[in-house]
DNA sequence: GCCGTTGATACCTTCTCGGCATGGATCTCG
DNA sequence: CGAGATCCATGCCGAGAAGGTATCAACGGC
């Protein structure tokens, strides 16, 4: 049982690059300790990762879970060693992820008066894992919109966030103030991209371009608006809500405080 | 950056300890070693983990931090481990472990008669960690001996195993056909071997060469019997448990069936 | 003040990692 | 269809890290 911080660094150089060659490059390691790397996780984790022949690299379903992982485990640990220089200098420091659209401003704003000694960061969360900052550490308190995977987290609904149709500024139905989700029967409508490589720039490139129309929460289209793009309310789709979330187990002064002072806040609002 | 899970692992025996000696021979290495260890992760961190006099050893912010990170980052990384094995497993597969001596193949035969689908291995159980491929995820269930660590298992005594006074064949005791715990003392006692790498058979050949006696489990005895030793019962010494164990949180329909069938089994015999 | 305990240091051994050379399989192109 | 290019695997070697033994130095208890 020795699986390594470095051999798992590798294997997702090679994942990512499909490619021995290249990966090594990266590494700045020649190709051969990566193939014997590579199969030294294998071997130590008993199941193929990597079905390679000269031509391709591809991943089995265990790689497939182990590449998961392995980001998992090494955003992790960086984290880790961050908060572990932060508590060594005394310094406090607290990361606010939030999921795009939502606005942390006005929180981080007042928290930042009230804890002057505290520094605040805020990250991006992803929208197809919002809670995957909060979870691996790079974040300890989240601005998310649901759903996302709830467990282990403590969660508190700030809001609604009401669907708007998003469409090329040009469409008929941009004509009309709202609509209902009857008026979008027999339009093309953009799913939620399945790949998360698929950004939500790629998605309204997409509507913009007339290749179909998309809900999403007001919030985002609001952060993305163009002009060759039109929104309207659809009166009776159900609205997202948005919530503050952090670890259940993290209860710390510091967390509790910003959860208090984000909830005045929006109560001011 | 080369923060190493091995010595994340010692430096968490450490902190476990307060003590590098008592956490060394938990780890199987010696003392300085671990000084060693972790002085280097203090310098790759660059801070001060511990404040130790000969005295006492005591946390600084910075070490009370890494301790709680490095706790999560072993458990993440163990949970990993396990959720790669189950994405490898869409092939559905048991593996048992046994400690040397304990005979699984009644029961695995009588599981592989029930599920002739399901693909059956069995896999040898370290005797300094017999639990160690159950929590690594190599293994789903084990015949193991008493004690290991049984926490976060769930465990079912299958048996007893008396002790055995494992001795050279020529040997004085070797005439009388059972002993007590008296007639051994005075007799030079191989402990347990301490450095992981010993096996048994060299614990054995020790035994042979005439270097002392070994109290043994009965059946550890009978699988290595050899002409050249000796082996007989010690009356007053207590039964060595046996039993069957899984992760608590492994209940699945496989798991649960082997459970029952091995159970069934033993009844029966 | 002496002795036992405990962590640190010095020095040696062993094993893993990384590099280089090369083999062998597969795809491409004439 | 065969020659060449590409790319991963294997064998062997050197350097460095990890582990072991012996010993020192500091601190506490009596």
Do not use: N
Not at 127 to 142: I, M, N, T, Y
Not at 222 to 240: E, F, G, K, N
């Amino acid at each position: 049982m020795d699986l390594d911080l470095r051999k798992l660094r590798y294997f997702v150089a090679v994942v990512e690059h499909r490619h021995f060659g290249r990966a090594a490059e990266q590494l700045y390691i020649t190709q051969p300790v990566l193939s014997r790397q590579i199969r030294a996780i294998e071997q130590e984790l008993d199941c193929t990762l990597l079905e390679r022949t000269t031509r391709r690299v591809e991943l089995t379903p265990a790689g497939k879970q182990l590449y998961q992982e392995a980001q998992g485990i090494l955003a992790a640990v960086a984290a880790a060693v961050q908060r572990v220089h932060d508590a060594d200098r005394g310094t406090r420091r607290l990361v606010v992820a939030f999921s795009p659209g939502l606005h942390v401003a006005d929180a981080i704003r007042a928290f930042a008066q009230r804890h002057p000694d505290v520094e605040t960061d805020v990250v991006p969360a992803r929208w197809w894992e919002p809670d995957a900052s909060l979870r691996d550490g790079r974040s300890q308190v989240g601005y998310l919109r649901r759903p996302f995977d709830e467990s282990g987290l403590h969660t508190i609904p700030i809001g609604q966030d009401p669907r708007v149709a998003c469409m090329p500024a040009a469409h008929p139905l941009a004509r009309r103030d709202e609509l209902t989700s009857a008026d979008l029967d027999g339009e093309r409508m953009l799913d939620v991209p399945r790949r998360r490589t698929s950004s939500l720039e790629e998605k309204f490139e997409l509507i913009a371009s007339g290749q179909g129309i998309a809900l999403v929460p007001r919030s985002v289209a609001r952060s993305y608006s163009r002009p060759d793009l039109a929104h309207r309310p659809v009166t009776d789709a159900p609205a997202i809500e948005t919530c503050l979330a952090v670890l259940a187990d993290r209860r710390e002064r510091l967390v509790r405080d910003f959860l208090e002072i984000a909830t005045a806040t929006l109560r001011r609002t």
